[in-house]
C-alpha cells in the first residue's frame, strides 16, 4: 500500500485545526503528488474548508459541499497538483473511520483521522478505502520536515 509521507508542519496544522473547531469536526483538502511509480504519496499542501455538514451535527459529521470540492479540483489542477483526499478529526473519538465515514467515501483519495479529547490532540491515522471490498485500509503515515 502507498505510505503518505505528511511534512510534521501540515501535521500539527491539522492538530490545530481540530483542537479550535472542538467540539465539531473540522475537515480540509490534501493537495500533492503520486510520485515514484505511484509507490509514494506526498503532500504538498493542506487547505482548511468550512464543515457543510448541518450545524446540529457538526460534533460528529463533517461534509465537504460539491462546490468546494469543484473549487479544490480547479485549485489542483491550476497547481499542478492532484487532491490526494481530505482529513478531519473526531472530537472526542478514535482516529479510526466511522459507518459514516466508509458509506461517503471513495477509492483512490487518502483520508487523514486526528482524534481530539478535550481540546486536545491525539493519535493521528490515515486511511484509503478498498474499492472492492468496501472497507478501509490503514495507510502508514511517514511524517517528514
Known amino acids: ?40 504519496r506526498v503532500v504538498e499542501r493542506i487547505a482548511a ?40 478529526s473526531h472530537p472526542d473519538h478514535p482516529a479510526r473511520p466511522s459507518e459514516t465515514d466508509r458509506m461517503h467515501a471513495w477509492p483512490f483519495y487518502s483520508y487523514i483521522i486526528v482524534a481530539i479529547a478535550k481540546r486536545e490532540p491525539g493519535a493521528m491515522t490515515s486511511w484509503l478505502l478498498d474499492e472492492q471490498t468496501e472497507t478501509f485500509f490503514q495507510q502508514e503515515i511517514i511524517q517528514c520536515p
Open 49 to 88: 474548508v468550512d464543515n457543510a455538514y448541518d450545524e446540529a451535527e457538526k460534533f460528529h459529521r463533517f461534509s465537504i459541499s460539491p462546490k468546494q470540492l469543484m473549487q479544490a479540483e480547479k485549485q489542483a489542477a491550476a497547481e499542478g497538483r492532484m487532491v490526494l483526499g481530505f482529513y478531519h
Open 1 to 40: 500500500m502507498i505510505p503518505l509521507h505528511l511534512p510534521e508542519k501540515f501535521a500539527r496544522q491539522i492538530e490545530r485545526e481540530g483542537s479550535e473547531a472542538y467540539p465539531n469536526e473540522c475537515c480540509g483538502v490534501i493537495y500533492g503528488r503520486d510520485l515514484d511509480g505511484n509507490t509514494r
